[in-house]
């Protein structure tokens, strides 16, 4: 057989079995995950959203399925603020930590966000199904302190007010972008009373 036919079977071969893996990780964390996989927000909507949620540096920012990282380095950059991302696929997580090695302020945790305490967050993103919204919206309403915002890509909080609805300037890319600011005094949608 010819070299570069060698050659090219490797490579075709080498990117199935990736495919595979992909498929397996998305696969063995759906319990957890309910649907939302690995697959990374464009960056004409992070930027959308990061204009319009301004922030301090000091301030602390959440991704809650962080993907490959991509919203934490942005808000990084843009803004100075300390990030943490939870994500719990491990291909997803692996290629996070890669990215975002060696930067400081920037921490990915391979954590199932559900367990984990947001309280301290000031910003927190997520780009989750529909499916977990109402009991996401519950959560953030009881740990997050009044003041602090959340960006929802795609998917709306059922019950909550929202800020502002935005849309990327992008064809391709124009999905809604949810924006909330959690009020001094909770109304009970809030928090799912
Ligand atoms: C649609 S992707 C969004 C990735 C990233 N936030 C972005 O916008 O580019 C959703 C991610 O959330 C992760 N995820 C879903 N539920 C999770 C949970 N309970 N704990 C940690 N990660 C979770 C999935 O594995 C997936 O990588």
């Known amino acids: 057989m010819p070299t570069w036919l060698v050659v090219v079977f490797t490579i075709m071969g080498g990117a199935a079995v990736l495919k595979i893996i992909h498929a397996l990780a998305i696969v063995v964390v759906?319990?957890?995950?309910?649907?939302?996989?690995?697959?990374?927000?464009?960056r004409v909507k992070i930027r959308k959203a990061l204009d319009a949620v301004p922030m301090k540096p000091g301030e602390l920012f959440v991704?809650?399925?962080?993907?490959?990282?991509?919203?934490?380095?942005?808000?990084?950059?843009?803004?100075?603020?300390?990030?943490?991302?939870?994500?719990?696929?491990?291909?997803?997580?692996?290629?996070?930590?890669?990215?975002?090695?060696?930067?400081?302020?920037l921490e990915v945790r391979c954590r199932n966000f559900w367990k984990a305490d947001l309280g301290k967050a000031n910003i927190v993103s997520?780009?989750?199904?529909?499916?977990?919204?109402?009991?996401?919206?519950?959560?953030?309403?009881?740990?997050?302190?009044?003041?602090?915002?959340?960006?929802?890509?795609n998917f709306p909080i059922p019950g909550w007010k929202h800020q502002a609805v935005l849309r990327a300037a992008s064809k391709l890319n124009n999905d809604p972008?949810?924006?909330?600011?959690?009020?001094?005094?909770?109304?009970?949608?809030?928090?799912?009373?």
Not at 30 to 40: E, I, K, N, R
Not at 80 to 97: L, M, Q, R, S, Y
């Open 126 to 153: 997520c780009y989750l199904f529909p499916d977990v919204m109402s009991r996401l919206g519950a959560k953030l309403g009881k740990e997050l302190g009044s003041g602090a915002r959340v960006i929802s890509f």
């Open 30 to 42: 759906h319990p957890v995950t309910q649907g939302a996989m690995f697959t990374s927000t464009a």
């Open 63 to 105: 991704d809650i399925g962080c993907g490959d990282g991509r919203v934490l380095r942005l808000a990084r950059k843009r803004y100075g603020v300390t990030c943490i991302g939870f994500e719990i696929n491990p291909i997803a997580f692996a290629k996070a930590k890669l990215l975002t090695m060696g930067r400081r302020g």
């Open 177 to 193: 972008i949810y924006i909330y600011k959690i009020p001094e005094s909770l109304p009970d949608s809030f928090t799912g009373h």
